[in-house]
């Protein structure tokens, strides 16, 4: 890890060349020169319980050879309250397919497991609040029309319409509860 003053209160894991300010970049290449090389998939990470008010994983989670460890980990480097921004390629998407190094292709519903009350939680009592999710379609008029309707009806778009109407990529914010 580069020396720094003080850890900084965000996270971004796997942030290849998309560093951002203020945050802890980190990634498994050192060729993209991120502030702590690691890889995601060695648990613990290297930082203590609690640290971060913020976490990204932009593109990550579909790397990742264990969803529930790694779900685990931000989970126990987050603070009570921290905000979680996670992106991955929807399953219908076709680069959830292209990429050999893409291990799962998650759904709408896929991190409604890390909920508490959710009657398939069974990782812990504590995880995270889904605050939104958005259903992210390739820009064009009749995806504007499927978008709405997607996100209005997500059960309903994954169970009948995806492979005609594919999305692009999946948005969570959630909450960590501790």
Not at 54 to 61: H, L, Q, S, T, W
Request: net charge neutral; charged share 20%.
């Amino acid at each position: 890890m580069k020396p720094m003053a003080a850890l900084p209160d965000k996270l971004n894991l796997g942030c290849g060349r998309r560093k951002m300010e203020g945050h802890l970049n980190v990634d498994l290449a050192a060729s993209v020169e991120p502030d702590c090389v690691h890889d995601l998939d060695c648990y613990p990470y290297p930082w203590p319980d609690s640290s971060f008010n913020e976490v990204v994983a932009k593109d990550v989670i579909e790397h990742i050879d264990d969803v529930v460890a790694f779900m685990k980990e931000i989970h126990r480097v987050a603070r009570p309250g921290a905000v979680i921004r996670l992106t991955t390629p929807h399953f219908s998407c076709a680069n959830a397919y292209v990429d050999p190094t893409h291990k799962h292709r998650l759904s709408y519903y896929s991190l409604d497991y890390f909920t508490p009350g959710h009657p398939w939680n069974f990782y812990g009592s504590s995880g995270f609040q889904i605050r939104t999710r958005s259903l992210i379609f390739t820009p064009s008029l009749l995806n504007r029309i499927v978008s709405r309707l997607a996100n209005r009806h997500p059960h309903s778009y994954e169970q009948r319409w995806a492979w005609s109407f594919p999305a692009w990529f999946l948005y969570f914010e959630l909450t960590v509860i501790k």
